[in-house]
């Protein structure tokens, strides 16, 4: 159990606890501010906007590209940052990025998530944050990608990789 | 500055932000920017069914939940207390085919014409919400990230896979929106 645990964890999960340290759950809290911030920034720029996103897969505005490509070389300088200069955390552990390995899952999957992006107009962040602006029927789409996820995990012996 | 604050954001300043959260993530502990993990983490803890792909210890995890959570209250701070009520302004064209189908409200961040409780058992509605959101879910999990985990975290980190996967994100996206949205509108 241990390994396979192990296994799955770095095979898939995307968000897995690099820290070996243990906290009180009140540590988390760290988490939900950020979380705040960045609802923030989705909703400020549109970028949860079904309309927006609809605009970019029409080619008719720059915004949506402008927003992912500029956070992206913001990202490159960071990591590169913080690679350079060896940044630790807060904590003082060292910085660890676990390396992506490659399956077709990344096609299929990427396809099928790209339909439903540009037919909800929602990724799974922006979900959260579209519920909270008020639009309680999206709470449905996200049991909804709930359950594709679960089905997911379901089939996933059975399924291309 | 409050005025500034309450319009809509330019993607020179939301896009530089968004892409922050790479590095503070990992300055505060260690973690990789990712949403769509969240959702598993929410099947693992509700509904693992002996499914090995939800046997893990998913309160190592909870962090994403808080971090969820919190993007749920920034959503509902930001449309409450730091925005004026306006009308998103898109390009003309895309105005003028949504009208065509009968979109017209543009009071929301969704168009309330087509997702709301109302249309959520029209064919339209359904297609849009429940078989949307399900291609949602079960599609990053699949491709191992959206675009949070794969478009800006891993390619931040120069990493082919997610560079693979974002292209093929976009490839759906184009799909869906000009091909086959207009025969679903239609409906």
């Not at chain 1, 990202?75 to 940052?81: D, E, F, K, R």
């Amino acid at each position: 159990m241990g390994n396979k645990n192990f296994e799955t964890r770095s095979l898939d999960a995307m968000c897995v606890n690099e820290s070996m340290l243990k906290h009180k759950w009140y540590h988390n809290l760290k988490y939900l501010v950020v979380g705040i911030l960045f609802g923030i920034v989705l909703i400020k720029a549109e970028v949860v906007s079904w309309f927006r996103i609809q605009e970019m897969f029409r080619l008719q505005s720059f915004h949506m590209y402008g927003i992912i490509g500029s956070a992206v070389i913001t990202g490159i300088i960071s990591i590169w940052v913080i690679k350079k200069f060896n940044i630790k955390t807060i904590y003082g552990e060292p910085i660890t990025i676990s390396p992506k390995t490659f399956n077709k899952g990344q096609i299929y999957g990427g396809l099928i998530f790209g339909l439903g992006w540009a037919m909800t107009g929602a990724c799974p962040g922006p979900i959260f944050a579209q519920i909270g602006t008020g639009s309680t029927v999206i709470l449905v789409t996200l049991l909804s990608a709930v359950a594709g996820t679960w089905v997911y995990g379901w089939l996933r012996e059975k399924l291309p990789h | 500055m409050m005025t500034f604050i309450k319009q809509p954001w330019p993607w020179y300043v939301a896009g530089p932000l968004i892409g922050l959260t790479v590095p503070i993530l990992l300055i505060l502990g260690n973690k990789s920017f990712g949403i769509s993990s969240s959702l598993r983490h929410i099947c693992a803890s509700c509904m693992p069914a002996n499914i090995p792909f939800f046997q893990y210890d998913w309160k190592k995890e909870v962090w994403n939940l808080f971090f969820a959570l919190g993007i749920f209250l920034g959503g509902a701070i930001a449309i409450n207390l730091l925005s004026i009520p306006s009308v998103i302004q898109i390009n003309p064209k895309l105005v003028q085919e949504l009208a065509g189908y009968g979109i017209t409200n543009y009071n929301n961040l969704v168009p309330e014409d087509i997702i709301s409780w109302q249309s959520l058992f029209t064919m339209k509605g359904f297609i849009l919400m429940i078989i949307g959101g399900f291609l949602v879910g079960f599609g990053t999990r699949y491709a191992g990230g959206c675009t949070s985990g794969h478009a800006i975290m891993g390619l931040s980190n120069l990493q082919r896979p997610s560079l693979i996967a974002t292209i093929f994100f976009m490839i759906g996206g184009f799909i869906m929106a000009n091909l086959i949205l207009p025969f679903v509108l239609s409906l």
